[in-house]
Structure formats: structure tokens, C-alpha cells
């Protein structure tokens, strides 16, 4: 029999934690692990702007043919708008290139087959910490990964100075991960000065960075969010950039996110962009139409546009009431994270909180309490409701006991 030494993978670190919480009987469970965005009634929603665009499109399409390998020109385009802003001269240059990719995971896959094929010397530089499946998806496409510091676990913020050493010490040809905002999982960025001071570093490095930008309007604001990658752009010839849209608009199981590459030519926008399009034949073949339909629909309708913003505004609001109600229910129980307070929490941004508690931690409070957040201690703060605040405290002073 040739499969009968496969053995059983192990479990992923994040989805694997959603499959055990699925199989507990306890009825008062709480899933603070998977990054998905829950409303007040703990209901990850489908928002009325995304709803809107699927009636129009239901409404309309005629066909369910092949898109192009690289997605639409209206996907495209809308992505780009997105990302550079309407106005960008960017836009319409040739200098820079999208394709629609299987989620923001699928489009970092793309550019771990393109490193391989294309730049095969070339290291991928992750921050310690970082999303747990950033590693697996380059060893799976064969590319390097070296890390470099990111998080002062003292003082819970960003370690900027051990940053800058680290770039001037990264080869010249590698390419650097950075998160464009909402930092996964610490929740801390880079400040607007700190960003332009990173692109220095990097331009004067040849160092290629690479931007995850899976939460762009869940920190600060859709335009304020893109302040690093635009920085990046002012300063670095060649920029490589992962969107996702699962968080934004919702579209989690729709799996719609993009890679978008900048060079400082057409010609050698043109040619990456053929090598990437190969990548993307040999893997999936083409894109999946329907989230990338939706999006583009949303964004090329001004009345739908301003519906969504408002709606993602109202995403971020009340993730960022969670951490305060999370930090409010904390001290009233004197429960200290760190020896500085809970403060930091309301100072991260994003979905999640680093909250510093142990592994042996996480593990008791999903055994004896059935609260499930990830091994690390990343809290889904954006899982948090007015209802299971009290019970998670609960739990977090009963294993810090």
C-alpha cells in the first residue's frame, strides 16, 4: 500500500483550535482564537452593503465562464484605488499590477512561488511575532524564512530601534514581511515617521518589502491605514503588496484578496507580472469570481462605497469599546497583564490583543474553562460581547490565581 505510512498532521495552531471548540460540549464556550469580526449579539454578520451588491449582481450576471487568470480590470482597478487612492499617479502607470488571488493567504502563497521560481537566493524576514501561518505558507513554496525583532514584551510596544539594526543587517535581494497595519498578533504599528524611517532603511538596504495588509480600515481609518505602505512606496523602487478582504468587507469564506506588485518601470512591472500570472496558471489556474465581484461592485459604486465605510467604521468602533470594556472589567477585578497595567491593550489596534499570558495559561483556560484563544496568548478582542467579558475575566483571574 503506498499511503499507509502517512501519518496525522498536526493540528493547525489557530483553525485547528475552532475544530476543538466545535467538538466541546461545554454551552458556555467562547471562541476568542480564529480572527473573525462578531457583532454585539456574537453573529459574525453579513453587512447590508455586501447584501446590496449580490442582490445587483444576482440581478444582472449572465455567465459563470472562466475569469482571466489574473481576475478583472475592475477588480483590479478597484483594488489599486483602494490601496493608493483614486487620484495616485500610480493608477493607470503601468508601474504597478494586480491579480485576484484565493484570499490574502492565496496571494502570499503567489509571491512564495514567484520568490521561488524567480529570486531563488532570496530570504523572507518575518517579525518575532507574526501570524502563525506566515512561516508554513514560504517552507511550503520553498523559500527561506529568517525573523527579526519586532515586540518588547517589557514594555508591550514596538522595539524600533532593534527593527532598524535588524534591516541593516538583512542582505541586499531579500525581502522583509511587514504588516500594513493591526499587527497580527501584537495589535502595535509602526508611527507615520516610523514607517518613512523603515522605507529609508530599506531603499538604502535594496531590501524588498513586503506588506500583509489584511485589515486595512480596522486601525485608524481606510486612508489612515495605508500612511506605511504609501511611506514604503515614497521611498523603496519595488514594492510587493497582499491585500485581503475577509476582515473589511466580511468576506471570509469568499476567500478575495489580491497581490499587487510596484516596480519603478513598466518593462519590469511587465515582465514580474508575466512570472506571476504563470505562478498563478500552474496553482489554482484563475480566481474565484464572486467576492471579488462583490468588492468591486462596492467600490465602483459611490452610494454603495459610503455604505461600507460606514459599516466598517462601525467595526472598528466596536472592537476598540471591547478593549476598553475588556481593560474596565480587568481592573475592577484586579487583574494586572503586565506590571505597567492593562492599558496597552487599549492602545493596540486591530482584532487582536497580545495579551501575555503563558502557554500553560491558554491551555488551562481552555481545560477547565472553555474560554479558546491561541496558544501565544492572542485574544480575538473583536470576539469579545457586552455578555462574555465578565465570564472571560473570570477565567483569566482564575488561571493567574
Known amino acids: 500500500m503506498l499511503l499507509q505510512n502517512v501519518t496525522m498532521a498536526p493540528p493547525d495552531p489557530i483553525l485547528g483550535l475552532t475544530e ?52 478583472t480590470a475592475e477588480y483590479q482597478q478597484a483594488v489599486q484605488r483602494l490601496l493608493f487612492g483614486a487620484d495616485n499617479e500610480l493608477i493607470g502607470s503601468g ?21 521561488k ?11 518575532d511575532p507574526t501570524w502563525a501561518n506566515h512561516n508554513a505558507i514560504f517552507e511550503a513554496a520553498g523559500v527561506p524564512t529568517k525573523v527579526y525583532p519586532y515586540f518588547d514584551r517589557q514594555t508591550n510596544a514596538l522595539d524600533f530601534d532593534a527593527i532598524s539594526e535588524a534591516i541593516d543587517a538583512i542582505p541586499a535581494g531579500d525581502v522583509i514581511l511587514l ?18 524611517t523603515i522605507g529609508k532603511h530599506l531603499a538604502a538596504k535594496e531590501v524588498i518589502p513586503l506588506l500583509d495588509f489584511a485589515y486595512q480600515g480596522f486601525a485608524n481609518g481606510i486612508r489612515d491605514d495605508a500612511a506605511g505602505m504609501r511611506a514604503l512606496l515614497a521611498q523603496c523602487p519595488e514594492v510587493l503588496i497582499c491585500s485581503s478582504f475577509s476582515k473589511n468587507f466580511g468576506l471570509y469564506c469568499e476567500r478575495t484578496g489580491a ?17 506571476v500570472k ?34 466598517l467604521a462601525t467595526m472598528r ?18 487583574v ?8 496597552f491593550i487599549v492602545q493596540q489596534r486591530g482584532m487582536f490583543s497580545f495579551s501575555r499570558l503563558t502557554r500553560e495559561q491558554v491551555d488551562t483556560l481552555r481545560e477547565k474553562f472553555a474560554v479558546y484563544i491561541v496558544g501565544s496568548g492572542r485574544i480575538n478582542v473583536a470576539g469579545m460581547t457586552e455578555t462574555n467579558i465578565p465570564r472571560i475575566v473570570d477565567a483569566i483571574a482564575g488561571v493567574m490565581t
Not at 466545535?22 to 456574537?42: C, E, M
Not at 493591526?182 to 518613512?196: A, L, R, Y
Not at 518593462?267 to 514580474?272: G, K, L, R, Y
Not at 471591547?322 to 475592577?332: G, I, P, S
Request: hydrophobic share 30%; aromatic share 6%.
Open 259 to 275: 497581490f499587487t506588485v510596484v516596480t519603478e518601470s513598466t518593462d519590469i512591472t511587465a515582465n514580474v507580472f508575466s512570472q
Open 179 to 196: 504588516h500594513g497595519c493591526c499587527h497580527n498578533p501584537t495589535g502595535v504599528d509602526p508611527t507615520p515617521e516610523q514607517w518613512k
Open 117 to 127: 521560481n524567480n529570486e531563488p537566493n532570496a530570504t523572507v524576514w518575518l517579525s
Open 95 to 115: 508601474k504597478a499590477a494586480t491579480c485576484h488571488t484565493p484570499g490574502g493567504t492565496g496571494g502570499l502563497r503567489v509571491v512564495g512561488d514567484f520568490l
Open 278 to 311: 504563470a505562478c498563478i496558471r500552474r496553482n489554482y489556474s484563475n480566481p474565484p469570481a464572486h467576492g471579488g465581484a462583490v468588492v468591486s461592485t462596492i467600490l465602483d459604486d459611490d452610494e454603495l462605497r459610503e455604505q461600507w465605510e460606514k459599516e
Open 317 to 334: 468602533e466596536r472592537i476598540n469599546t471591547m478593549r476598553q470594556r475588556f481593560v474596565d472589567a480587568l481592573n475592577a477585578k484586579d
Open 20 to 71: 476543538a471548540f466545535n467538538n466541546d460540549a461545554n454551552p458556555d464556550k467562547i471562541n476568542l482564537s480564529v480572527g473573525v469580526f462578531k457583532d454585539a449579539d456574537g453573529r459574525t454578520p453579513i453587512l447590508p452593503s455586501v447584501k446590496e451588491a449580490e442582490r445587483r449582481l444576482l440581478e444582472t450576471e449572465s455567465s459563470k465562464g472562466y475569469k482571466p487568470i489574473p481576475g
Open 336 to 343: 494586572q497583564l503586565s506590571t505597567a497595567g492593562n492599558d
